[in-house]
């Protein structure tokens, strides 16, 4: 048995990328040579609306790219033999740029790291940044969050999922609970 709880609704949600936002252009002291990569797949929507909130905020566009980390995995050889491989597509130069890497989901830390390995195949930046919409713990390599959404401790039988309204026709977050 099972019970899936709405933990963050879509105004949460948009409260959370709003803050995400402000809090990306104070850390980095505006957005001189900032740039947004997202994870596919949530963390892409997720990106551009981190972007569309610091356009309103500053008046300007940063570059938004699309990082598939498919082929990065640590875990690829006991995925299916063929992945399903969304694509990247980063059409700035990553060189010399303070890159904030996008997800809606942190829990082990092996996609972000797999982001990171992506992303250093274009360059090098000068630093990366992690934003993540949710924070769920039980991480298994030392990586952490820059910009947080929402630190939701999950026991590791939980799931979380993040909808978006691009992919799931609604924008929430969810935690699914098991019951034995």
Avoid: W
């Avoid at 040579?33 to 569309?52: S, W």
């Avoid at 082929?71 to 969304?86: E, F, G, Q, T, V």
């Avoid at 940044?129 to 630190?151: C, M, W, Y």
């Amino acid at each position: 048995m099972s019970k899936t709880i709405v933990v963050m609704d879509e105004k949460e949600m948009e409260r959370a990328l709003h803050r995400i936002a402000y809090e990306i252009i104070e850390r980095n002291k505006g957005t001189d040579n900032v740039a947004i990569i997202g994870i596919q797949r949530r963390g892409v929507p997720l990106a551009r609306h981190i972007a569309k909130k610091i356009k309103a905020a500053e008046g300007v566009d940063v570059p938004v790219g699309i990082v598939d980390i498919t082929l990065y995995r640590d875990d690829l050889s006991m995925l299916a033999s063929h992945p399903i491989i969304n694509g990247t597509s980063i059409n700035f130069s990553v060189e010399g740029k303070t890159i904030v890497l996008v997800d809606d989901v942190l829990y082990t830390g092996r996609t972000a790291r797999a982001a990171i390995d992506a992303v250093m195949e274009f360059g090098r930046p000068d630093k990366i940044q992690l934003a993540v919409l949710v924070d769920r713990g039980h991480r298994e390599l030392p990586i952490s969050a820059d910009f947080r959404g929402k630190n939701l401790p999950t026991a590791s039988g939980e799931s979380v999922s993040v909808c978006v309204k691009e992919f799931d026709s609604e924008n929430k977050v969810v935690i699914e609970r098991n019951f034995v």
